[in-house]
């Protein structure tokens, strides 16, 4: 008896996505810095749509998308080294920036699938930071919201082998079934 092939999709996982912020030292070269404690990752692409009605949609509306507005929701738990008492330079960047006003309030962030699939971005966007706050039991998490602010683009992922594909721990070759 043999083995029957292994299935041409696989389900993927949440927690597939990696975030990093460009902190650079030298302008125009980036340091792309992981953010660490992602606990919950929610990239979100908005279309903008316009109606409209034309004589020759005889009586039906058409739609034209006019705008794309892009966000992350994401969940982080707030890290700090214990030995040198300061909070993850990733993690205190956002924070600074979303108390900032002009150029200071931008950052710059990419993120990307670390087994390898081409689904990464890139783009600048302002930060919103909220504590969660909770009682004496709950660790210390920290809703962030970006919102882009100009386009999002498809980046090549940095992780990826060209012809490989990676899913949880396991590498085939593109096409490989």
């Known amino acids: 008896m043999s083995t029957p092939p292994p299935p041409d ?18 302008p125009g070269t980036p340091v792309w810095t992981l953010v660490p404690g992602v606990s919950e990752f ?26 794309l507005k892009w966000s992350i929701e994401t969940t982080v738990a707030h890290r700090a080294n214990p030995t040198t008492l300061k909070f993850s330079s990733a993690q205190e960047a956002l924070r600074k ?57 498809a980046i090549t992922n940095p992780v990826a082998t060209p012809g490989l594909l990676s899913v949880e721990g396991k590498t085939a070759k593109a096409g490989d079934s």
């Open 97 to 153: 920036a979303s108390m900032s006003f002009g150029a200071a309030s931008y950052v710059r962030v990419r993120w990307f699938d670390r087994t390898g699939l081409p689904d990464a971005y890139e783009g600048r966007a302002i930060v919103q930071w909220e504590p969660d706050g909770g009682d004496a039991a709950e660790v210390d998490t920290v809703k962030i919201t970006l919102t882009g602010s100009g386009p999002l683009t």
């Open 9 to 26: 999709d696989v389900t993927l996982l949440a927690r597939r996505y990696r975030l990093e912020l460009d902190m650079p030292t030298v």
């Open 42 to 67: 929610a990239p979100k692409i908005e279309p903008t749509a316009q109606e409209l009605n034309l004589y020759d949609g005889e009586g039906y509306p058409e739609q034209v998308v006019t705008m």
